[in-house]
Each structure stands twice: as structure tokens, then as C-alpha cells.
């Protein structure tokens, strides 16, 4: 198997199965509540612009250390 | 005035003279990590021991990727207790999910940074995320940043809707910091939605064990793709991995709640049943990762072994690394046999002391895990030698120093279980 087709697969089927799980559970489980449901991937949505974003401003961060006239 | 021994949110409130030591020396070490940082961006990676490659056969990983994997399993087996509690709806454990919720954030935190210290460069952290789109097709690194991020969103969109749930159930006084924290999670909360939200945290309470069982070998396997080192490549990295990581993440819990428990004598939340449950899951745990140990290592040690691993198994079981390595079996082993044999009743105390030697010795082993093949590689006659320098230890210890004073200001910050109302003692 060539390693890009791999990787894919890995990350369709393996690393996201918990999003799937979780989505699927939020959506369709009773009781159907699309409004709560909706509000938890809001949060989860922020968190990981918050987390994807703090580790680009911990890149920058280091960039200044680097920088620091010491 | 006898004591009281049910939880109560006192712990949100009052701060010890040992609680501010705790914070000055927590701090101190941060600031000499800081230092550290300082040294190691500004004079490159040569501040570490870790530059030597090729035929002088020396680690370009050390103890930063040790700490890391120690680290990134305890995230995996915190995350699957807190999965596992909260999939299983164990009132009893509440304490225990929470906590493990917690600590499951701030391992898999601690586990990012030290990716990043290890990478050296700010340039490296910006290009993880910029190529991610490229690399992720063909990356087990990528893969794993990929994990790690998953990680960190699942335990803190777990710990944003358990105290969201809690929060709309119940409305005890609390301290202001706690207050903000409740405005900040129960936007657009009603009462209505608690069924639903019991729901939704029963569901990513399963979401986060299948974390913790697929992606969460991850960490492990991206050893085991490594072709060019003897000792990395196998099939049994991912497994070794999760093995050692459900028990670190269940011997953190197990010293936490043993702590918190000599602390603040919560005998309703930390009973003895639920240290009893705690023992059990440590003595289990410790023996799957005996066996899976041993399953590792004997085919490295027979005679029938290719040469250059075999050459890595003498020196583990009866050449240079021997010392450590054995000392990290003992370290283990002897716990868990005791904890068999006694049949978890030997005491919150004791318990805790053996969960700290069990912390320890997966410490050593993951060290040893990382460092081995790198020193031993595809070159007869060469063996290389790794001595982490003052700068690596500050910044390695740094990192546990602050997961604690995380862990420390949370404590501060986070109720541990649902409370309906709240008297002060």
C-alpha cells in the first residue's frame, strides 16, 4: 500500500473514529436535543481553534526567545 | 469540632501555608525552566547531548521524547479511566473521572510541549502546522500531533461539559474564580437539558476510550514504522505503549486520590471501596504490562536473536543498561505482586507509595525505550553513549514541575464533584 493511501486510511478510520462516535452519539441519541447537542460542538469547535491556535502563538513565542538580546 | 470526611468545596476556597510553599517551589521551577528554554532556543540544540549522528552513534532523542512517551501514555490512561467512568455512568467514581479528566489534559499538554522543546526550533513548531495537510497523508509524526491535538480537545470538551452538567444540576456557593469559570460553560444552559447533556457526556465518555484504544497507540507505533533502527521497528510498539500508559494513568490516579484523600479525609468521594477498585485496576494493569514487557524482550535475548538486536537485548538484561533496566522491572513488579498478595488492602498510604515506584520505574523503562537503539545501531563495533545535559534535566523536570502546578491551580479552580448545595464546615 502506498504510504499517502495509508495515511488516509489512518486518519479516516482510526484517528477520527472517537469524532464519529462522539458526533453520532450527540446527534442521534435520545433525547433529541439538536440545540444542546449543538451548543457542545460549539464548545468543541472553539477548544480546538483555542488549542490549534495557542501552539502557533507558542511557535511565535519561541521566535522572540530566540530573538531576546541576552 | 470533629472533622468533616464528606467532599465539600472547601478546597476551592481555603489556601495552606503548604499549599503557598507548594506554589513558591512550583513557581521557582518554572522559572528556571524558563531559563533553560532561554539557553536551548538561543544556542540551538547543541545545549543538549542529543547531536550526535550516524556512525558516532549517539541519541538524537533523549530525554525529552522519554519524558514525552511517559507522559503521552499517562494522557491515554487518563483519558480512558475518565472514558470508562463516565461511558459506564459510575456515580461512585465521580471524584476519580474528574480528576483523571484533569490529569489527562495536563499529561497530554505536557506531552505537546515536550514535542516542541524536542523539535529545538520555533521555525519546526510553524511548519507542523502549515504542512500538516501534506504530512498527515504520510507522517506517523503528523499522526501523532494529529492524536495529541484530538486528545487535548476530547478531555477539555469532557471537563466543559461534566462541570456544565454539575453546574445546571446543582447551584452550591461558590468562590469567584469558580464563578467565572460556571458563567464561561453554562452559556445558553437550562435545566431542560440535563437528560440530554447526561447523554452527550455518556457518548463522548465512549468517544474517548476509542481515543484511547486506536489512536491512542499512536505514540507507540510511530517507533515501531522505524526501519533503520534495531529495537525500534516491530510490530508490538503500539501495544507495549498502551500497556505502559493505562498503568501510569491509573498509578497517577491512584496518587492523586491518595493524596487528596490524606489531605482533606473525603471518605464519601475517595471511600475504601473505590481505593479498593483503584488497587485492583493497579494490580491488573501492572501485570499486563509485565507480560507484555517480557513478551518484548525475550525474543531480543535468545541466541537466535538477529545480531544487532540481540546486542541491544544482552546489554538491557546483562551489559551497561542492565542496572536500570532491572531497576525499572523491581520498580513495578514488586508493587504489583505485593498489591496481588494483599489483595489491594494494604492502606491508602502504602498504595500511594507504590504507585509512585510504579510511575518511576515506567519512567526509567521509556528512557531506556527511546534511548537504546540509537545507541546500539546497524554498525558492528559501535556503541554510542548519551549523558543528558544540565540544560535537558532543568527542562525535563521543568515540565513535571509545571504539569504539577497545574494540576495545583486547578485544584483552586475546578469543583472535583457534583455538589447540589454547600455548607461550610
Redesign the interface.
Known amino acids: 500500500m502506498v504510504l499517502s493511501s495509508l495515511g488516509i486510511v489512518v486518519l479516516l478510520l482510526i484517528i477520527l473514529m472517537p469524532v464519529y462516535v462522539t458526533f453520532g452519539g450527540w446527534l442521534f441519541s435520545e433525547p433529541r436535543d439538536f440545540r444542546t447537542a449543538g451548543i457542545g460542538l460549539v464548545y468543541m469547535g472553539v477548544i480546538a481553534v483555542a488549542m490549534i491556535g495557542a501552539t502557533a502563538g507558542l511557535g511565535v513565542a519561541f521566535w522572540v526567545i530566540a530573538n531576546l538580546p541576552l | 469540632m470533629s472533622q468533616r470526611t464528606d467532599y465539600s468545596l472547601n478546597h476551592l476556597r481555603s489556601v495552606s501555608t503548604g499549599y503557598v510553599a507548594l506554589l513558591i517551589v512550583l513557581l521557582a521551577a518554572t522559572l528556571l525552566t524558563l531559563e533553560a ?2 539557553q536551548q ?2 544556542d540551538g540544540l547543541v545545549a543538549t547531548d542529543m547531536a550526535q549522528q550516524g556512525t558516532q552513534a549517539g541519541a538524537t532523542w533523549g530525554l525529552y521524547i522519554g519524558t514525552f512517551e511517559w507522559f503521552a501514555g499517562m494522557a491515554v490512561g487518563a483519558l480512558a479511566i475518565t472514558g470508562y467512568i463516565r461511558f459506564n455512568q459510575l456515580e461512585q467514581y465521580q471524584m476519580v473521572a474528574r480528576l483523571s479528566n484533569i490529569w489527562a489534559f495536563i499529561c497530554g499538554l505536557s506531552a ?1 510541549w515536550l514535542i ?1 522543546i524536542d523539535l529545538g ?3 519546526r ?2 511548519v507542523i ?1 502549515t504542512s500538516w495537510h501534506e504530512t ?4 506517523p509524526l ?2 501523532d500531533v ?2 495529541v ?2 486528545l ?3 478531555t ?2 469532557m471537563l ?2 461534566s462541570l456544565r452538567l454539575d453546574f445546571v444540576k446543582g447551584n452550591p456557593s461558590l468562590p469567584i474564580q469558580t464563578r467565572i469559570l460556571e458563567r464561561i ?1 453554562t ?2 444552559a437550562t435545566p431542560k ?1 440535563v ?3 447526561e ?2 457526556r ?3 465518555g ?3 476510550l ?2 484511547a484504544f ?2 491512542g497507540m ?1 505514540p507507540g507505533l510511530l517507533m515501531g514504522v522505524v526501519g533503520g533502527q534495531p529495537g525500534y521497528f516491530g510490530s508490538e510498539r503500539g501495544i507495549v505503549f498502551l500497556a505502559a500508559g493505562l498503568l501510569t494513568g491509573v498509578a497517577l490516579l491512584n496518587l492523586t486520590a491518595g493524596v487528596l484523600r490524606s489531605l482533606f479525609s473525603w471518605r464519601d468521594a475517595l471511600s475504601n471501596e473505590v481505593f479498593r477498585g483503584l488497587g485492583r485496576a493497579l494490580t491488573l494493569f501492572g501485570f499486563v504490562y509485565l507480560i507484555v514487557l517480557f513478551n518484548d524482550v525475550l525474543p531480543v535475548v535468545t541466541d537466535m536473536a538477529p545480531f544487532f538486536e540481540g546486542r541491544i537485548g544482552e546489554a538491557m538484561v546483562t551489559g551497561s543498561l542492565a542496572p536500570l533496566f532491572w531497576l525499572s522491572v523491581l520498580l513495578v513488579a514488586v508493587p504489583t505482586l505485593l498489591l496481588a498478595v494483599f489483595k489491594y488492602r494494604l492502606g491508602v498510604t502504602v498504595q500511594s507509595i507504590y504507585a509512585v515506584a510504579i510511575l518511576l520505574g515506567v519512567w526509567i523503562k521509556a528512557q531506556l525505550t527511546v534511548v537504546e537503539p540509537l545507541l546500539f545501531p546497524n554498525l558492528p563495533a559501535i556503541e554510542g553513549t548519551y549523558s543528558p545535559t544540565v540544560v535537558e534535566w532543568v527542562i525535563t523536570l521543568g515540565a513535571m514541575a509545571i504539569a504539577l502546578l497545574l494540576f495545583v491551580l486547578a485544584l483552586k479552580l475546578i469543583p472535583l464533584a457534583h455538589r447540589d448545595t454547600e455548607v461550610s464546615s
Not at chain 2, 498527515?136 to 507522517?139: D, G
Open positions: 528554554i532561554i532556543v538561543q505537546a516542541i526550533t520555533p521555525h513548531v510553524l502546522l498527515v497523508l504520510h507522517s503528523a499522526w494529529t492524536f491535538t484530538t487535548m480537545v476530547f477539555l470538551t466543559v461539559l460553560v452559556i445558553g437539558e437528560p440530554k447533556l447523554e452527550m455518556r457518548w463522548l465512549l468517544g474517548l476509542v481515543l486506536t489512536a499512536i
